[in-house]
C-alpha cells in the first residue's frame, strides 16, 4: 500500500527558528513534493523534486528550502521562521515520468504554528 | 489573480441529491485535469483524471473538462454522507507533476 508519512502531525515553534518538516516515501518513486494549504488559497507549491539531485522551486519558496539526500526523503527547511509562515504543510510523491505518473499520493500534513 | 478559481463554499445538499461542483481557469497550457477529495484531518486523495477536454465517469462520479469555456466540472450522483469531505480541483501543463490547485470546495450531505 502506498504510503507518504511526514515527521510531526502538530508542530509549535517562535519566531526565528529554524525548522525541518520531514516526509518519506515507500513506494520509490521519483517525484517529491512540498505544498502548503491556507483557507481560501488552496494549496500551493513550495518546492519540488524529480530526482535526488534535482530540485526545483514552486510558486511560493521564498524563506523555504529543501533537502533531498535521498530518494525516499524531502525535507522542509524554514530558515527562520515567521509568523506568516504558521499553515498546514503536505508532502506528496508521484511515481515519475514514464509511468503513471500523475497522481500524486499525499501524507497527511503537518499543522504549524508559529508565535 | 490565481490561476485556477473555485468557490470555497461550504455546500451542503441533502443525502441522494446530485452535487455539482466546478472549476474555471485561465492557463490555455493547461492540458491534465484532477479532482481530488480530502476528507477532515487527512492529505488530498486522487478521485478523478481527465486529459483534455471530455467526460469521465466513475461509478457516481464524472468528471467534464469544457477547454473552449477553461471550465472544469465534478459531478457526484446519488450523495452520500460519506462524500462529505472537500474537492479541490486541479490542472497542470504536464502529466508528472506541478499542479495548480483550486481553493477547494467543502460539500456537506446531510442525511
Known amino acids: 500500500d502506498v504510503k507518504v508519512t511526514q515527521s510531526s502531525r502538530y508542530l509549535v515553534k517562535r519566531t526565528g527558528e529554524k525548522v525541518f518538516l520531514e516526509c518519506v516515501q515507500d513506494?520509490?518513486?521519483?517525484?517529491m513534493f512540498w505544498y502548503r494549504q491556507d483557507p481560501g488559497l488552496g494549496l500551493r507549491l513550495i518546492y519540488f523534486s524529480y530526482d535526488v539531485k534535482m530540485k526545483e522551486k514552486g510558486d511560493i519558496p521564498e524563506g523555504y528550502s529543501v533537502s533531498r539526500e535521498k530518494k525516499e526523503r524531502f525535507s522542509l527547511i524554514l530558515e527562520s521562521a515567521s509568523t506568516s509562515q504558521t499553515s498546514m504543510y503536505l508532502c506528496?510523491?508521484?511515481?515519475?515520468?514514464?509511468?503513471?505518473?500523475?497522481?500524486?499520493?499525499f501524507g497527511p500534513g503537518t499543522r504549524l504554528t508559529v508565535t | 489573480q490565481k490561476e485556477v478559481e473555485q468557490d470555497p463554499g461550504p455546500l451542503s445538499v441533502p443525502e441522494g441529491a446530485i452535487v455539482s461542483l466546478n472549476c474555471t481557469y485561465s492557463n490555455s497550457a493547461f492540458q491534465y485535469f484532477m479532482w481530488y477529495r480530502q476528507y477532515s484531518r487527512k492529505g488530498p486523495e486522487l478521485l478523478m483524471y481527465?486529459?483534455?477536454?471530455g467526460n469521465k465517469e466513475d461509478g457516481r462520479f464524472t468528471a467534464q473538462v469544457d477547454k473552449s469555456s477553461k471550465y472544469i466540472s465534478l459531478f457526484i450522483r446519488d450523495s452520500q454522507p460519506s462524500d462529505s469531505a472537500t474537492y479541490l480541483c486541479?490542472?497542470?501543463?504536464?502529466?508528472?507533476?506541478?499542479?495548480?490547485f483550486g481553493a477547494g470546495t467543502q460539500v456537506v450531505v446531510t442525511p
Open positions: 481527465t486529459y483534455s477536454s
Open positions: 506528496a510523491s508521484s511515481l515519475g515520468v514514464g509511468g503513471s505518473d500523475y497522481e500524486q499520493y
Open positions: 513506494m520509490d518513486h521519483e517525484n
Open positions: 486541479a490542472t497542470s501543463t504536464d502529466s508528472w507533476g506541478k499542479l495548480q
